[in-house]
């Protein structure tokens, strides 16, 4: 089955600075990576997703870039705010059945200092 | 448009008791899932129904049923709950991958269960 793996574990970068987080996966038939963020006590929410016919998406602050190739993709936030601390899941999704569903990363806390 | 409802928001068992969360949609996705948030281990997925009627095993089944009781409705019952089973339990749904926005995961807002 599917396996996600995210790094790093832990971010803290300066208001203002750009974040990147990186994710890889394992099944070459997995087509659709959602990145969600997840906010202290809160659920997780969609903020950014793209499928594999997709290189990069962006949208306003955030970016996410998908290298099928080498199985990885990122997300990017610039000029970071303090509100864009949170912890962050990236997943991947299969094609039909079980491969269907949506794997997580372990996630990412992110600390915006400012 | 309540979105995804789960109850209870906390719960405290002690262990080898039984109980069920509780789940409903109001988004009339086919698809529904619960799944268990622990430090460091992110989400993981219990059990998912990929509609009415059916229901499937994730990465961690073990010591849970589910059922699928209408298109609205997913519970999960912990039927003897042990000291292994504390954590954040998410129950979430989505709409068929082909619609417009039908890959997108919408989750309630938690169900923090501690058995002691």
């Known amino acids: 089955g599917e396996n996600v793996e995210q790094h790093p574990s832990t971010l803290s970068v300066q208001e203002g600075d750009s974040a990147v987080i990186k994710c890889t996966y394992s099944d070459s038939a997995s087509n659709y990576f959602p990145w969600y963020k997840q906010e202290l006590g809160k659920r997780p929410q969609l903020i950014i997703d793209?499928?594999?016919?997709?290189g990069e998406k962006k949208d306003q602050r955030i970016a996410v870039t998908l290298n099928k190739t080498a199985k990885h993709f990122s997300l990017h936030i610039t000029e970071t705010q303090p509100e864009d601390s949170a912890v962050y899941f990236c997943a991947a999704r299969g094609y039909g059945g079980s491969q269907g569903n949506l794997i997580f990363g372990k996630g990412t806390k992110l600390s915006v200092k400012p | 448009n309540a979105g995804v409802t789960q109850t209870p928001k906390f719960q405290v068992l002690k262990t080898g008791q039984s109980m069920t969360l509780q789940c409903a949609q109001d988004?009339?996705?086919?698809?529904m899932y619960w799944y268990r948030q622990d430090p460091g281990m992110g989400l993981r997925l219990i059990y998912y129904?990929?509609?009415?009627?059916?229901?499937d095993k994730g990465e961690v089944p073990n010591g849970y049923n589910v059922s699928r009781l209408n298109k609205r409705e997913f519970s999960l019952r912990l039927e003897s709950a042990a000291p292994s089973q504390t954590s954040v339990y998410f129950c979430a749904s989505s709409g068929k991958p082909w619609d417009r926005g039908g890959n997108t995961i919408y989750f309630g807002e938690g169900s923090w269960l501690t058995v002691v």
């Open positions: 129904s990929a509609s009415e009627g059916t229901t």
């Open positions: 793209i499928r594999s016919n997709v």
């Open positions: 988004m009339n996705h086919n698809s």
